[in-house]
């Protein structure tokens, strides 16, 4: 006959894994501000290297007006040392074959696209990812904003991009999240000096 060992494995047990979450939680709120600063530095960085000539980048808030900018996560105005407006960082998004493709579009003075950087890629592997290739999103750049992109050549667009072989919805997503950057622009071009 076995032994009864009552409750004390069970309280063994409970007990443990109240240590294992308190040091969870402990772990967490100790490396928040590191994380949070981190996120700031790197969301930094990537406006730099969109406009590595600007002194500064505002932030312009367009929560307000998700209507009529779909897809537009966040706005900044880019300034020289004289603080005058060089350009738009615009971080937009458009769904592609596995999710949201998020990317940062720099839109100079001219209205032209002079950068662009895909921030998160979970597309497919092989097909999909190569959205990333600098021979795709060099298509784009020095193009006007006032000119629609598409990838379909049924489609309206002004200027025909050709599309990733197999990977025809990724490059939608792309095309399409740099026409709501264009059409963002073009509006906040009017409001901010």
Same mark, same amino acid.
């Given at each position: ?8 494995? =069970?309280? @063994? ?51 307000? +007006?998700? /209507? ?8 900044? =105005?880019? +300034? ?14 458009? +769904? ?23 921030? =998160? ?26 000119? /629609? ?17 197999? =990977?025809? @919805? ?7 999240? @740099? ?15």
């Amino acid at each position: 006959m076995q032994k009864d060992k009552g409750f004390m494995p =069970a309280i @063994i047990l409970t007990i443990i894994c109240l240590v294992t979450a308190i040091l969870l939680v402990l772990t967490n709120q100790l490396t928040y501000q590191t994380r949070i600063r981190l996120e700031i530095e790197a969301a930094e960085a990537n406006r730099n290297s969109m406009f590595p000539e600007a002194a500064s980048f505002e932030a312009i808030d367009v929560s307000a +007006r998700a /209507e009529e900018f779909p897809g537009i996560d966040a706005v900044y =105005a880019a +300034r020289d040392t004289s603080n005058a407006l060089i350009g738009f960082v615009i971080e937009s998004r458009h +769904r592609g074959y596995a999710g949201d493709l998020p990317l940062m579009v720099a839109i100079n003075k001219e209205a032209e696209i002079s950068n662009l950087k895909i921030l =998160a890629n979970e597309e497919t592997p092989g097909l999909g990812k190569k959205v990333e290739n600098k021979s795709f999103y060099e298509q784009f750049l020095g193009e006007s904003i006032s000119k /629609e992109f598409t990838v379909n050549p049924a489609d309206s667009g002004e200027v025909l991009i050709d599309a990733v072989a197999g =990977a025809t @919805i990724s490059s939608r997503a792309l095309t399409e999240s @740099i026409n709501q950057a264009g059409a963002a622009a073009t509006k906040l071009a009017a409001e901010v000096k």
